[in-house]
């Protein structure tokens, strides 16, 4: 089974297309707030785009994520990246995410206390833009990305955070 969680407008075929609003074409009406719907260790892979800014007890959503998914499956998210002013402009984001917020869910962070849920990162990337003409800007942010966000994300923010964890059971 794969999911997508926080669908909006965004219907992909082949995938549970999950929302909260019944004003768009969802397969499943789901509050992410609540725990998911779905059986321990049937989902191979999760995507959500822009879902988790919005999400209060983020904690709690990755560990109903990693509970549903079974062990290898994928997770692909994308959330604006904390530097961008887009992300403290919609009044509806709790939260903000940084290059280090998905490490406290790893094997190897001293800070993985919060939650039993456990992920290696297979990737992580800054999208400086949405727009296709940034390519060069999205090549140099990757390049070093810790130093990026330590001495240039504030004066070049990058739009978006795309990470890719693997479920490790």
């Known amino acids: 089974m794969k999911l997508?969680?926080?669908?909006?407008?965004d219907y992909k075929n082949g995938y549970i297309n999950c929302d909260i609003s019944e004003?768009?074409?969802?397969d499943k009406i789901i509050?992410?707030?609540?725990?998911?719907?779905?059986?321990?260790?049937?989902v191979e892979e999760i995507i959500t785009n822009h879902t988790l800014e919005h999400i209060k007890n983020f904690i709690q959503l990755i560990e109903e994520m990693y509970r549903i998914s079974k062990n290898g499956a994928i997770i692909n998210i994308k959330v604006p990246y904390f530097a961008?002013?887009?992300s403290f402009a919609d009044p509806t984001h709790v939260r903000f995410f940084t290059l280090k917020t998905f490490e406290y869910f790893t094997y190897n962070n001293g800070l993985n206390y919060y939650s039993n849920a456990r992920f290696k990162i297979l990737k992580q990337t800054l999208n400086f833009s949405f727009k296709k003409k940034h390519k060069i800007m999205n090549f140099l942010i990757n390049k070093n990305q810790r130093i990026y966000e330590r001495l240039f994300c504030y004066i070049f923010p990058s739009a978006e955070l795309n990470v890719i964890l693997e479920v490790i059971k």
């Open 84 to 86: 961008y002013p887009g």
């Open 4 to 9: 997508h969680l926080g669908c909006g407008n």
């Open 23 to 26: 004003k768009i074409k969802t």
């Open 31 to 42: 509050d992410l707030e609540q725990f998911l719907p779905f059986e321990d260790n049937s």
